[in-house]
C-alpha cells in the first residue's frame, strides 16, 4: 500500500533553516509528481510546492518562493523540502502528498498524504 | 487570483441526516475541483475529484455535483465517522483550498 512518512520537524529560531524529508513507497515512485503542502496551527489547508516525476520542473506558492526549495531522489524515493530564512509564520504541519495524475501527468491534486511533521519557528 | 468560499462556516447536523456543503469560486474553474475530509489529528483524505468522481474507496453516500464556480458536496445520511472538516481545493491552476466546512453533531 502507498505510504508516505515525513521527518525532520523541529523548533527553529527565526532566519534559520530547516529540511524535511519524505519517504515513499508502495508505489513507483519515480512516474509521479509529489507535493508539499502545509496547515498553520488551527487553520487550513495551504499547498507550497510541486516538483515533476523527474526533477525536471518545480513550482511554488509565493510565500516560500525564493526561500524554499523542493527536491527528490528517486533511487532513495525520498522528496525533499529544504527551507531558508524561516518566519514565524511557516510554523505549521507539512504534509507531503502524491498527486493523483498518473503516468507522469500532473493533476495538480492529492490523492495520497503523510501523516505530517510538525515545524515550528519561534525565538 | 481566485477566491473560494466555502459555507457554512460549521454545519450541525443529527446521525442519518443529510448535509449539503457548498463550494464557490470567484471565477470558472470548470470541473477542477476536488473535495478532502480531515478530522483531528490526521491527513485529509481525497473523496472527490472532477468535481463528482469519488476517489477510490470512497462510500457512495458522499456524493458531489457542479461545475464552474458553484460545487456541492452532499452527505447522504451521515454516519459518526462523518464528523470532520471538508475542504474543496481547485486544480485548473495551482491548487487553492476553500477554508473548510466543519461538520458536528447537532
Known amino acids: 500500500q502507498v505510504q508516505l512518512v515525513e521527518s525532520g520537524g523541529g523548533v527553529v529560531q527565526p532566519g534559520r533553516s530547516l529540511r524535511l524529508s519524505c519517504a515513499a513507497s508502495?508505489?513507483?515512485?519515480?512516474?509521479?509528481?509529489m507535493h508539499w503542502l502545509r496547515q498553520a496551527p488551527g487553520k487550513g489547508l495551504e499547498w507550497v510546492a510541486v516538483?515533476?516525476?523527474?526533477?525536471?520542473?518545480?513550482h511554488y506558492a509565493d510565500p516560500v518562493r525564493g526561500r524554499f526549495i523542493i527536491s527528490r531522489d528517486n533511487s532513495k524515493n525520498t522528496l525533499y523540502l529544504q527551507m531558508n530564512t524561516l518566519r514565524p509564520e511557516d510554523t505549521a504541519v507539512y504534509y507531503c502528498?502524491?498527486?493523483?495524475?498518473?503516468?507522469?501527468?500532473?493533476?495538480?491534486?492529492?490523492?495520497?498524504w503523510g501523516q505530517g511533521t510538525q515545524v515550528t519557528v519561534s525565538s | 487570483e481566485i477566491v473560494m468560499t466555502q459555507s457554512p462556516g460549521t454545519l450541525s447536523v443529527s446521525p442519518g441526516e443529510r448535509a449539503t456543503l457548498s463550494c464557490r469560486t470567484s471565477?470558472?474553474?470548470?470541473?477542477?475541483l476536488a473535495w478532502y475530509q480531515q478530522k483531528p489529528g490526521q491527513s485529509p483524505r481525497l473523496l472527490i475529484y472532477g468535481a463528482s468522481t469519488r476517489a477510490t474507496g470512497i462510500p457512495a453516500r458522499f456524493s458531489g455535483s457542479g461545475s464552474g464556480t458553484e460545487f456541492t458536496l452532499t452527505i447522504s445520511s451521515l454516519q459518526s465517522e462523518d464528523f470532520a472538516v471538508y475542504y474543496c481545493?481547485?486544480?485548473?491552476?495551482?491548487?487553492?483550498f476553500g477554508q473548510g466546512t466543519k461538520v458536528e453533531v447537532k
Open positions: 508502495g508505489f513507483s515512485f519515480s512516474t509521479y509528481g
Open positions: 471565477q470558472s474553474v470548470s470541473s477542477n
Open positions: 481545493q481547485r486544480y485548473d491552476n495551482w491548487p487553492t
Open positions: 516538483i515533476w516525476y523527474d526533477g525536471s520542473s518545480e
Open positions: 502528498a502524491r498527486d493523483a495524475g498518473e503516468d507522469v501527468l500532473i493533476a495538480d491534486y492529492f490523492d495520497y
